[in-house]
């Protein structure tokens, strides 16, 4: 519903119309009624005077590893800046039309995450990709979204295979766009980015912002493995225009996870220590305040007492929140312990029990 003219052609162009007529058809008629208010936000933000910045930083990690609540907490702080639901939703215009529609787009929003149940409000920090997947064509939900090429646009939005030097420089082109328009929106703060997508990008990142800082949260194998599953279910029954029934989904996680964690892994082996942290989830979870300050420390980041209260006050107000439960049947830990046995011991975890 957020995508300029251009991206749908070639998406239905590549992907063929789905099976939703009604859906399209309502697609592109916002594409159209928005053209003028995109219009004048591309020349409005062209003429914009660069903003001298700090650096962004970047939270990642594979998908259910616990980014979410770690982006959650840290964004409590005065002085980062996030991408909001209305920047997600119209990444194009949401400077313009978004602010001027702000009211009724915000009262539409769902009251929670349908894939955890985690709130949603208005403030609520966001993932960039669904904005990105707007923009251009590569992006995982591009495979969300078109499932009969779900494999294809997965591995091209995730780990550029297949992409031509001119899919990545249009990709790096609209990532940049996209975070001048949140810094033009938020002059005064630090962008504060989260994205499962950034870690296998760390390297096309500190490309664009060498400076960049990363904080990288991993989880017990078994319990991501077992979360994704129901992430990618939910996602397709959600947003899918095909059918998905076909769709290798347990294959494509079993060998996408380790290939992301390691090609993070070598990407931010050479890092400063100043721009790169790793936490454990668990850890973080038991301990939160202990490690936000060990963030703080690590990464150089100013402000430690002005923001704790914040923190205090947010984790105070998640104490009641549940999380999914899922069993863990003996054919599933089997398969997660031989196909990724080498992450499983060098990270120390177990089965759940």
């Known amino acids: 519903m957020g995508a300029n003219l251009k991206t749908l052609l070639a998406l239905l162009r590549e992907n063929g119309p789905g099976r939703y007529p009604l859906h399209l058809l309502i697609i592109w008629a916002t594409a159209i009624a ?12 062209a003429r914009s005077p660069h903003l001298e910045s700090k650096p962004p930083i970047f939270i990642i990690g594979h998908w259910r590893s616990g980014t979410t609540f770690l982006h959650s907490v840290l964004s409590q702080a005065p002085q980062f800046a996030y991408t909001s639901p209305l920047a997600v939703g119209l990444p194009w215009d949401f400077l313009t039309l978004g602010n001027a529609l702000r009211p009724i787009l915000e009262g539409a929003l769902p009251k929670d995450r349908f894939i955890d149940r985690v709130p949603v409000n208005p403030d609520s920090p966001q993932e960039d990709e669904i904005a990105l997947a707007s923009m251009q064509l590569l992006s995982f939900y591009q495979g969300l979204y078109f499932p009969k090429q779900f494999s294809k646009h997965f591995n091209a939005g995730i780990f550029f295979e297949g992409c031509s ?22 002059p005064d703060q630090q962008l504060l980015i989260k994205n499962p997508v950034y870690t296998a990008r760390v390297q096309k990142l500190r490309e664009l912002w060498p400076a960049a800082k990363f904080i990288h949260i991993y989880r017990n194998p078994y319990i991501v493995y077992r979360s994704t599953l129901n992430f990618y279910d939910k996602l397709f029954r959600e947003l ?12 494509i996680i ?4 380790p290939k ?9 082996s050479a890092l400063p220590t100043q721009d790169f942290v790793e936490l454990r989830f668990e850890t973080f979870e ?35 929140y549940r999380k999914n439960e899922y069993t863990f049947p003996k054919e599933m830990t089997e398969r997660v312990r031989d196909r990724w046995q080498p992450l499983l011991e060098q990270w120390g975890y177990e089965p759940p029990i």
């Open 240 to 251: 899918s225009l095909q059918a998905f029934d076909q769709v290798p989904v347990e294959e």
């Open 34 to 45: 928005r053209l003028p208010f995109s219009t004048y936000e591309r020349w409005q933000v």
């Open 260 to 268: 992301m964690i390691e090609t993070a892994q070598r990407e931010t």
């Open 254 to 257: 079993l060998e996408s996870y």
């Open 165 to 186: 030097d001119l899919e990545i420089e249009t990709w790096q082109q609209a990532m940049v766009l996209f975070c001048k328009k949140l810094q033009l929106q938020n």
């Open 286 to 320: 038991a301990n939160p305040v202990e490690q936000l300050e060990k963030i703080y420390a690590q990464l150089e980041l100013t402000g430690w007492k002005e923001d704790l209260p914040y923190f205090q006050r947010y984790l105070e107000s998640q104490k009641h």
